[in-house]
């Protein structure tokens, strides 16, 4: 375990933190890149098949993407919410955390009309499905842990029952909306999640996956093609994780 906040103390990484820099593919893996990382491909016929439209676009995702785009203009962005250790673009956490010197659990301030425009994403349909699907994948994947996420989550609100859910099928007690329209995540841990807890990562809108956008998992030494529509779980407060842009700036 590294050294952090998460209340878990240990030795540190062999990865350090990040400079800050933002990488290409072509730094992680090849032979003549720099730190020759592995690459995992998506194999041929092994893509989930999600809900499409006519265009065959996959329509939650783009769904989503749009109303994020949407809502971004309708919402007051601090200035530490524009540029912060996720990296260069929007951000805007919803839900209740335990942290920065508080004695106990609260939802996290935000000021009226950013109340409405988050009350009005977690609303929509995709959203919540997008939210219930990760969920159900974290319960799937790893039920004992789920399970006890579940038993935290009762006894939470059992003690603060003036706390809210975003949404009724996640087990999650907060959301990061990234707004983007670059949403490049630069090297970092998320040091305040639980150090053996998992994180759910979706991708949306729409873009080409082989040749950028993929996940980079430093411990792991690994390069990760991560599809439009796709949901990663990943130990966020314990492995530096970042992700590349792509050609037209999606991500």
Same mark, same amino acid.
């Given at each position: 375990m590294h050294k952090g906040n998460s209340g878990c103390l240990g030795k540190r990484s062999h990865v350090s933190d990040g400079n800050g820099h933002i990488y290409l593919l072509n730094e992680f893996v090849g032979s003549d890149s720099? +730190?020759?990382?592995?690459?995992?491909?998506?194999? #041929?016929? /092994?893509?989930?098949?999600?809900?499409?439209?006519?265009?065959?676009?996959?329509?939650v995702v783009v769904s989503t993407a749009k109303a994020l785009k949407k809502a971004c203009p309708e919402i007051w962005f601090k200035k530490k919410c524009k540029s912060h250790k996720?990296?260069?673009?929007?951000?805007?956490?919803?839900? +209740?955390?335990?942290?920065?010197?508080?004695?106990? #659990?609260? /939802?996290?301030?935000?000021?009226?009309?950013?109340?409405?425009a988050f009350k009005n994403l977690t609303n929509l349909s995709c959203f919540k499905h997008l939210a219930g699907h990760a969920s159900t994948a974290f319960a799937t994947w790893a039920p004992e842990l789920y399970s006890l996420y579940c038993d935290y989550d009762r006894c939470l609100h059992k003690q603060h029952p003036n706390l809210?859910?975003?949404? /009724?099928n996640?087990?999650?007690?907060?959301?990061m909306y990234n707004f983007g329209p670059n949403t490049v995540t630069i090297q970092h841990v998320n040091q305040l999640n639980y150090i053996f807890g998992w994180c759910a990562i979706t991708a949306l809108d729409n873009?080409?996956?082989?040749?950028?956008?993929?996940?980079?998992?430093?411990e792991l030494e690994?390069?990760?093609?991560?599809?439009? /529509?796709?949901?990663?779980?990943i130990l966020s407060a314990y492995i530096h994780h970042s992700n590349t842009p792509i050609s037209n700036g999606k991500a």
């Open positions: 720099q +730190y020759k990382f592995r690459l995992h491909a998506i194999p #041929p016929g /092994s893509l989930s098949v999600p809900i499409v439209d006519s265009d065959d676009t996959a329509d996720h990296g260069y673009f929007p951000v805007q956490p919803y839900g +209740y955390s335990y942290e920065g010197g508080q004695q106990c #659990p609260k /939802s996290i301030y935000h000021i009226k009309k950013n109340i409405m809210t859910s975003n949404f /009724s996640s087990i999650w007690a907060c959301v873009f080409n996956y082989t040749k950028s956008g993929h996940i980079v998992l430093w690994l390069v990760l093609e991560f599809p439009p /529509s796709w949901t990663i779980l």
